[in-house]
């Protein structure tokens, strides 16, 4: 054969393979194909955007919410968060999310077990059917019809819009059909997570509004005066709120024992969330029975639930001050430096390890210091005009804390009170925070072996390998 015949023959092969690539490229695999063979329905449970049952007498509609892509400024996009499905009729709310997905996943993996042949749909309990599940994607949609049950098996008979025939199968997606409609809805009350809390305004009844922001890696008050939020408060509640789940349902119209409970609480909670203009509304209500499940209304919602969110709303103002001496966490820290009479130290963190002034000494002496400085704590706080006449003489030790961000923060300890605690200050805050002398002198342990720990010695470039 020619070169040139060979050379024809051979881009004729390489096209027409090509063409089976582009067109094949898209088709579900032999595997994929065997498998949709048996099922009853043709979507995977993810592509479905829309839901609806009609069971009992009942409908109920589930439409998928969009879920845009998630990205970020140094990744792009991170791909797209798991959709939430709303219930639509015969009321509007957030639906359980987990309970419509089950449904969705059974419904996809619904199987035939084997086509009745010479049967009429009223034979078999289909005409009319039982019940019903319209089903949507994206690029096409279609019904499943329910029909009667196989005599001595848990089978049911079916008709799907996709494919003829009178199918069997297994009818154990039917005890959520027979859910009340009410039984769908979430019961996660924040829709949520912690990390998008950006917010919190606590309005007691009858009482001072306190007002919590997001600053930095933790939260502050904002009012009724400016000042670092305790950790220790602000977490639990950040907890509770994330954590508060329905009960039961209260719907309308309200008894009295709601609606009195509901004006007789001790006040709201307002959650400012990243991303959402309005904030998120929590009325706390009283008392269903004495130590027991509360009254609350979130928007249109109202039901029954244990929580503790009553103590946040309850709390003093002053008690959410912090009584922390620094705002940082140990592992927070790249660098720290230290005055005081015997002359200045000087700790940077570099490749994982510790630089006293430039050598580096064990991670542990570094690592110590760092905890007794970050958790150390106030036993008393001191404000308004005693912190501003707090301390009466100069520092005796200043300590300036530096994060990866360049965020700067100077702490001050000064010559112990008549009482023997400590004075300490701190920058950003117009408080004076009295501190145990034990963790004093823990802090000052730590810095006298910082400045007093051997170098850790560089390794021998010239030494020979260990023998294996």
């Known amino acids: 054969m020619k070169p040139k ?36 329905l043709p979507f995977d449970a993810g592509d479905l955007t829309r839901l609806e049952i009609e069971w009992e007498g009942r409908r109920v509609r589930f439409e998928r919410e969009a879920a845009p892509a998630k990205e970020s400024a140094a990744t792009g996009v991170l791909g797209s968060p798991p959709a939430a499905w709303r219930l639509v009729e015969p009321m509007a709310a957030r639906a359980d999310r987990g309970a419509v997905d089950r449904l969705a996943g059974d419904l996809a993996r619904l199987e035939v077990e ?31 019809e329910i029909g009667g049950e196989v005599p001595a098996s848990s089978n049911v008979v079916a008709a799907s819009s996709s494919r003829p025939g009178l199918l069997v199968v297994a009818g154990t997606f039917l005890a959520e059909l027979g859910k009340a409609p009410g039984e769908w809805r979430a019961r996660e009350v924040l ?33 009724p005066y ?57 009325e706390v209500g009283a008392e269903a029975e004495p ?16 929580t503790n969110l009553v103590e946040a709303l309850t709390k003093d103002a002053d008690a959410w001050r912090s009584t922390a001496w620094s705002s940082f966490d140990s592992f927070r820290v790249e660098s720290l430096r230290a005055a005081d009479a015997a002359g200045e130290t000087a700790l940077v963190r570099a490749s994982g390890d510790w630089l006293r002034d430039g050598v580096k000494i064990p991670y542990t002496v570094a690592g110590d210091l760092l905890y007794a400085v970050t958790s150390a704590k106030g036993e008393r706080l001191v404000t308004g005009a005693g912190a501003a006449a707090l301390p009466a003489a100069s520092p005796e030790l200043t300590i300036t804390l530096v994060d990866g961000n ?21 920058s950003g805050r117009d408080v004076a925070l009295l501190l145990p002398a034990a963790k004093v002198e823990e802090i000052r342990e730590g810095l006298e072996a910082v400045r007093t720990a051997e170098p850790v010695p560089a390794p021998d470039a010239t030494a020979e390998p260990p023998t294996p």
Not at 5 to 23: P, Q, R, S
Not at 406 to 426: I, K, N, S
């Open 5 to 40: 015949t060979l050379l024809v023959l051979a881009l004729l092969v390489g096209g027409l393979a090509a063409f089976i690539a582009f067109y094949e490229r898209d088709l579900p695999s032999s595997d994929e194909r065997r498998e949709r063979a048996g099922r009853a």
């Open 114 to 144: 084997r086509t009745l042949e010479g049967a009429s749909r009223g034979d078999v309990g289909l005409e009319p059917p039982r019940g019903r599940v319209r089903w949507a994607t994206a690029e096409r949609e279609g019904v499943l």
């Open 191 to 223: 829709d949520a997570t912690r990390d998008q809390i950006e917010r919190i305004t606590l309005a007691p009844a009858g009482g001072e509004r306190i007002v919590l922001v997001e600053r930095g890696t933790g939260f502050a008050v904002e009012a």
């Open 226 to 282: 400016s000042d670092l939020a305790e950790r220790g408060g602000v977490d639990p509640l950040i907890s509770d709120l994330v954590a508060l789940r329905v009960a039961s349902f209260v719907d309308p119209p309200l008894p009295a024992e709601a609606e009195a409970a509901l004006a007789a609480g001790p006040g709201r909670i307002e959650v400012g969330l990243e991303g959402r203009d309005a904030p998120f509304v929590l």
């Open 291 to 306: 130590g027991g499940e509360r009254f609350l209304r979130a928007g249109e919602l109202v039901f029954r639930a244990r």
């Open 406 to 426: 360049g965020v700067e923060e100077v702490l001050t300890l000064h010559p112990p009170a008549a009482d023997g605690l400590v004075p300490a200050r701190v």
